[in-house]
C-alpha cells in the first residue's frame, strides 16, 4: 500500500507571495491533517480535516487555510508569505479521527 | 493549553545500552501520548503509543511508561542499535479532538 505521498518536496518563493501544497493520503483514509515544523517551534499542529470538513485548528494567523476534497485528497494554502513561514510542512493521514497518524515526507518550504 | 516538555535534547549511546526519554505535560485532561521516531529527511513514524488507563506498554525493545498522578511518561529503549539513530518526539492529546502538542525532540545517538 503507497504511503502518504506530499507534492511538491521542496519549494521556494518570495515574501508575499502564496503557495499551495498537496497531500494524497494513504488509500482508505479519510482523515488528514496538517503539521508545521521548524528548528525554533518544533511540530506544531496547523489543522485536521475528515470528510471534507475541518475538525480542529492550531493556532495559526487566518492566512494558513486548507481543504479537503471528496476523494480525500487535502491542500493547504500560505497567502502573503513571510519569511517566518520557511519550514518543513508535514500531512499525515488516518483512517478517522484519533487513529493511529501516518506522515508524509513533508514539503520544505523557504520563503526569500 | 497544553505544555510538553521534553528532555535530554540529545542522547547519546553506545549501542547495547539503554536509552530513556522523559516528557511532562500540563494538561490533566490529556489522555493519549505517543511517541515519534524521525529519521533524516523523512516525516515522524509513530513507534509506539500509550493511553491513560494503562501505566506501561512494551513492544520488542521499546516500552511506555505513564505517571498520570505525576504527569510524565517516558520512553525506554533497551539494547540500542545504530539504526535506532534518530529524532524522537514525544506528544499528549485529549480524546474527542486530537491536537496534538510535541515536545521539542531528543536526538538519540548510537555509537557503534
Known amino acids: 500500500k503507497a504511503g502518504v505521498t506530499q507534492t511538491p518536496r521542496y519549494l521556494i518563493k518570495t515574501r508575499g507571495q502564496q503557495v499551495t501544497l498537496s497531500c494524497s493520503p494513504i488509500?482508505?483514509?479519510?482523515?488528514v491533517s496538517w503539521y508545521q515544523q521548524t528548528p525554533g517551534q518544533g511540530l506544531q499542529f496547523l489543522f485536521e480535516?475528515?470528510?471534507?470538513?475541518?475538525?480542529n485548528k492550531g493556532n495559526f494567523p487566518g492566512r494558513f487555510s486548507g481543504r479537503q476534497f471528496s476523494n480525500s485528497r487535502s491542500e493547504m494554502n500560505v497567502s502573503t508569505l513571510e519569511l517566518g513561514d520557511s519550514a518543513l510542512y508535514l500531512c499525515?493521514?488516518?483512517?478517522?479521527?484519533?487513529?493511529?497518524?501516518?506522515f508524509g515526507p513533508g514539503t520544505r518550504l523557504t520563503v526569500l | 493549553g497544553e505544555n510538553v516538555e521534553q528532555h535530554p535534547s540529545t542522547l547519546s549511546v553506545q549501542e547495547g545500552d539503554s536509552a530513556v526519554i522523559k516528557c511532562t505535560y500540563s494538561?490533566?485532561?490529556?489522555?493519549?501520548f505517543p511517541w515519534y521516531k524521525q529519521e533524516l529527511g523523512k516525516g515522524p513514524q509513530l513507534i509506539i503509543d500509550?493511553?491513560?488507563?494503562?501505566g506501561e506498554k512494551k513492544d520488542q525493545r521499546i516500552a511506555v511508561t505513564l505517571n498520570k498522578t505525576a504527569k510524565h511518561f517516558s520512553l525506554h529503549i533497551t539494547e540500542t542499535q545504530p539504526e535506532d539513530s534518530a529524532v524522537y518526539f514525544c506528544?499528549?492529546?485529549?480524546?474527542?479532538?486530537?491536537?496534538?502538542?510535541f515536545g521539542r525532540g531528543t536526538s538519540l545517538i548510537v555509537h557503534p
Open positions: 499525515a493521514s488516518s483512517l478517522g479521527p484519533e487513529e493511529e497518524q501516518f
Open positions: 488509500s482508505g483514509h479519510r482523515s
Open positions: 480535516y475528515f470528510s471534507e470538513t475541518q475538525r
Open positions: 494538561d490533566s485532561a490529556s489522555n493519549y
Open positions: 500509550i493511553r491513560s488507563n494503562v
Open positions: 506528544a499528549a492529546s485529549r480524546g474527542g479532538s486530537y491536537i496534538p502538542t
